[in-house]
């Protein structure tokens, strides 16, 4: 009985392991995708400003 409760709790912090994992690659790649949008706006109003105007 012991055993059987001791594994169910291991796997349930097993399972919030790779939740918190999950949730850590979500948060890094928006975080990565805001930086790489960013960059890529900031880039067009740059080469924007940079044209001649007519």
């Not at 097993?14 to 939740?19: C, E, N, P, R």
């Amino acid at each position: 009985m012991l055993g059987i409760k001791k594994c169910k709790y291991h796997n349930k912090a097993v399972v919030i392991d790779l939740l918190n994992l999950v949730l850590g690659v979500i948060n890094d790649v928006q975080f990565r995708l805001n930086n790489c949008l960013q960059t890529v706006s900031v880039n067009a109003l740059y080469s924007k400003n940079r044209q001649p105007q007519k």
